[in-house]
């Protein structure tokens, strides 16, 4: 299977930035499509953003829309997620996950999930 370690979560102020990264390792990195997502306490998992494996095609929830930015290094076998003009409504777990759908906002679509980092934005 692929193994998923997401790291650079911590605590930001509003208005802040923080850039997740997600290091994959176990199976052909450039093959998958990768994707964003979290969960805060109390609430269901939703999509942040996902990126084609070839790193040509990205798509974005519209809460994070022109705030987030997702991007790919294969030859790193590396995710990143740029985050910036963080709310506080962004305080949440965040996941990278892996996977060969095309449903690229859907939690069913990814095969394999990292443990996730906790980011948490201070009003």
């Known amino acids: 299977q692929v193994q998923l370690v997401e790291s650079g979560g911590g605590l930001v102020q509003v208005g802040g930035s923080l850039r997740l990264s997600c290091a994959a390792s176990?199976?052909?990195?450039?093959?998958?499509?990768m994707g964003w997502f979290r969960q805060a306490p109390g609430k269901e998992r939703e999509f942040v953003a996902a990126i084609s494996w070839s790193g040509g095609s990205t798509y974005y929830a519209d809460s994070v829309k022109g705030r987030f930015t997702i991007s790919r290094d294969n030859a790193k076998n590396t995710v990143y997620l740029q985050m910036n003009s963080l709310k506080p409504e962004d305080t949440a777990v965040y996941y990278c996950?892996?996977?060969?759908?095309?449903?690229?906002?859907?939690?069913?679509?990814?095969?394999?999930w990292g443990q996730g980092t906790q980011v948490t934005v201070s009003s």
């Open positions: 176990g199976r052909t990195f450039s093959s998958y499509s």
């Open positions: 996950a892996a996977g060969t759908g095309r449903l690229w906002s859907l939690e069913e679509e990814y095969d394999y």
